[in-house]
């Protein structure tokens, strides 16, 4: 029965491993400037991790078999080297294989959170709410209006609480479902909770950032691909947190100067 | 270090059924109360598990009978958006408290710590009384949840404010359901507080004559390392539970900050901090992680010594690993928090030491694969189930590698990734923990055999099953999948519905195996093999009771003597293959490591 353990173990971490080494199941294509460091890294770790699960699981199966086989008058082995030998192959080789996935990742981290925006970056806004996202944009006049919680109204479509009548610098905000975005742009995104707590994934632009409700954050980033992409939310949001979901188009400079009048004209 | 033999008289066995069977003092029927607690709740996470599975993969097919859990929840048998999260947290919160914390912890340590330290009971019996019957009013707490008119809390076990502490506006079960939660969790962390104190006492101080602190076998160890860690950590989250309370029965703020509106309403709250209630679960919450899983590790590492016929390659070397897992635990916590919002020169603090934990990890399976090693393993349920946990640990382990590197958690955060990974490492490896723990102990802790053929039936379909459940989990959070979704309705998710097809089917098939364990465990309780005293040829003290079962007060009129390390197998020069360790009989020194 040992013997069929080993080749169990073996089996499933051969089959286990195939769907990694074909690709079966990727995220969707990157589409930013950041995210090949965040793919490099994970083919890396992938690697590591690929490697240690393989000859883990080959060699603890190989032990099975071979050490479940006995007679009475067997004498107990001690694996050559001893305990020292093992203490000292996990600090050498996992510990440098850890510390060096560690500082290697420290240069994608820091490329998404810890670099500021460049001046010349698009600002939007996108605001949270359960369940669905709205964006903003500053208008001609480059600001955003200041928000009043207590003027949201969902009833009647001021989803961010603008107050127009009095506040100039809102006059001219963009209040949108979807968001649009022109390509190789880099974008300076400003997010706000308006309930709860969300979070902003779009997986083919390599972003995951929760909103937090109680305090702004912000990210950027630059898409490189014309297209239309998935915006989701991640964090458990209330019943509707599945279908909390919105569009993320990548368009032409053109296209996007386009759309933006579009929906100016349509506030 | 006593010699407690003085007091063996004074522990009077109880007379009437109410002192024996439910408000006992003793710790072996505590054990088994929380045993049988632990099994209610398992059984219950299990079928929730089910019902979520299926709804998952067909999405609006009706479970026959699902309206009588729940008229709101499942109109016309289809589950709702909400009824879905609403089991789904249940599911979570009773697996993790009330299964995965008493099982491996708190019913095997209770019954086998003091044998195992040689004592009578543990130094306060009316507190480890409390310990459980707090505990099991927690879980009914809990339960009782189902049966409040919006159902039980849909925030997932985790809580997040101000999701959980903003009121009943913010979901259905947000209100009743989150407080029923909060002051179940927060019962529940008085009991562990409770036993936590009585596991550290009983080890510092209740220990025989010739018991020193490494002649402790590893699983005594494992129990003492946990309790440490139970007694800071439940400390975090019993205040954190009554915060939360007060946010919604006294009209504080603690977790809910002002400007929120809901429904157009804009909320009555201000000044709370919603990244406050991450850092008081989390602060539990990772440690909790090793809480599930060390007493798992040591159970494994006394199963498997019994079973190779050898002592680990060392005895010290594990225990300063798991020791090290307990110190680590706190200062990783910050890993579930990379895209929090959380200053992001903390993820990378955080992510160092979360790194480095994997190194006490590694150093604890290449001991254990070591010392398989030139071993003369046996093979029988306990065994398999133990080396099962060893690949499942590696499995869930590698993993750990992605989760612990913040860039990575940008694709990897809240998807099934996560849940594969958890799921390895601390549900399924402490799972196959507690099998081994039942059918090793199982002749000790009832006087008869369970049945190794449908132990080893239920081993396999097990072994395969959980595989064939979690391994997909990872392929899915590669691909984006996001957990905690009732349905996956964006258009990336669309051909991922086939793998989540699959893992239903496999999760239905190894719940039905689960049939044959219960069957098991309820035909041997009265009807199985009578067993000796020593079935396993083990050394360790729960092996030299007078009697199996154990009597009330463990050892009868006198409480052992201890001569030797806990493990003396394959022994040169011995009359038999090993040496018990109440056994007078001189040993090789060089394997007498303590």
Partial sequence: MAKILAVTIIVIAIVSAIPIIRHTWDPPADISTHGGMIDEQMSETMA?????????????????????????????????????????????????????????????????????PSANAIPVQVQAGQFAFYFRYPGPDGTFGPLHPDMISEANENFFGLDTTHDADSKDDIVTAEMAIPVDREIHLLMHAKDVGHSFYVPALRVQQDFVPGLDLSLHFTATQIGKYEIVCTQLCGLGHYNMKAYLEVMSQDDFDNWLKKEAALQ | MHDMS?????????????????????????????????????????????????????????????????????????????????????????????????????????????????????????FNMMSFWVTFSGFLVLVSSFFVSDGPTLGGWTQYAPLSAIGPASGPGQGMGVVLWAISIALFCVGQLLGSLNFITTTLDMRTKGMSMWRLPLSAWAWFITSVMGLTAFAVLMPACI?????????????????????????????????????????????????????????????????????????????????????????????????????????????FPTLIITIPSTVIVLIWMGSIYGSKLRINTASLFSLGFVSMFISGGVSGFFLAQPSIDIMLHATYFVVGHFHLVMAVAAIFGIFAGTYFWFPKMFGRMMDETLGKIHFWLT???????????????????????????????????????????????????????????????????????????????EWSTPTTPPPHNNFGDKLPEVFHDPYQYSVEGATRDYVMQTSPEKVNPANDEA
């Avoid at chain 2, 599975?53 to 008229?71: K, Q």
Wanted: net charge neutral; glycine share 8%.
């Fill in chain 2, 6 to 126: 003085a007091h063996a008289a004074e522990h009077h066995a109880p007379t009437s059924f109410i002192s024996k069977h439910v408000f006992s003092l003793d710790h072996k029927v505590i054990g088994k109360q929380y045993y049988g607690m632990a099994l209610a709740a398992v059984l219950i996470g299990m079928v929730l598990s089910w019902l979520m599975r299926i709804h998952l993969a067909w999405t609006n097919y009706p479970i026959p009978g699902l309206h009588l859990l729940s008229a709101n929840g499942a109109p016309g048998n289809v589950m709702t958006p909400e009824y879905y999260l609403q089991l789904m947290t249940m599911h979570a919160t009773i697996m993790v408290f009330f299964v995965l914390t008493t099982a491996p912890f708190a019913a095997f340590g209770n019954y086998f710590l003091p044998i195992q330290v040689g004592a009578e009971d543990m130094p306060f019996p009316h």
């Fill in chain 1, 48 to 116: 590591e991790a690929g490697i240690s699960f393989l000859a883990s699981q080959i060699l603890l199966a190989l032990f099975i078999w071979k050490f479940s086989s006995w007679r009475p008058g067997d004498k107990i082995k001690t694996f050559p080297g001893g305990a020292k030998a093992l203490v000292w192959a996990a600090f050498l080789l996992v510990g440098t294989e850890v510390l060096a996935l560690g500082v290697f990742g420290v240069k994608a981290w820091a490329t998404v959170y810890l670099t500021p």
């Fill in chain 2, 463 to 541: 072994f395969v099953g959980a595989y064939c459940i979690f391994m997909p989990f990872h392929y899915l959070g590669i691909a984006g999948n996001v957990r905690r979704y009732q349905a996956f309705v964006d258009d990336y998710l669309q051909p991922l519905i086939p793998v989540h097809r699959f893992i239903t089917i496999a999760a239905l098939l190894t719940g039905v195996a689960q049939l044959i364990f219960l069957y098991n465990l309820f035909y041997s309780r009265f009807w199985g093999k009578p067993a000796t005293d020593n079935p396993w040829e083990a050394t360790s003290l």
């Fill in chain 2, 243 to 351: 915060l939360l309370i007060l946010d919604h029965v006294a009209g504080t703020s603690f977790f809910v900050p002002s400007g929120l509106v809901l429904n157009d309403q804009l909320q009555p709250h201000s000044g709370g901090s919603t990244l406050l209630w991450q850092h008081l679960f989390w602060f539990f919450g990772h440690p909790e992680v090793y809480i599930a899983i060390v007493p798992g590790m040591g159970i494994v590492s006394h199963v498997l010594i019994t079973n190779m016929r050898r002592p680990m390659l060392s005895h010290r070397v594990l225990v300063y690993s798991m020791g090290a897992l307990a110190v680590l635990s706190y200062m990783v916590y910050g890993h579930h928090m990379f895209v929090s919002g959380m200053n992001p020169v903390s993820s990378l603090a955080f992510s």
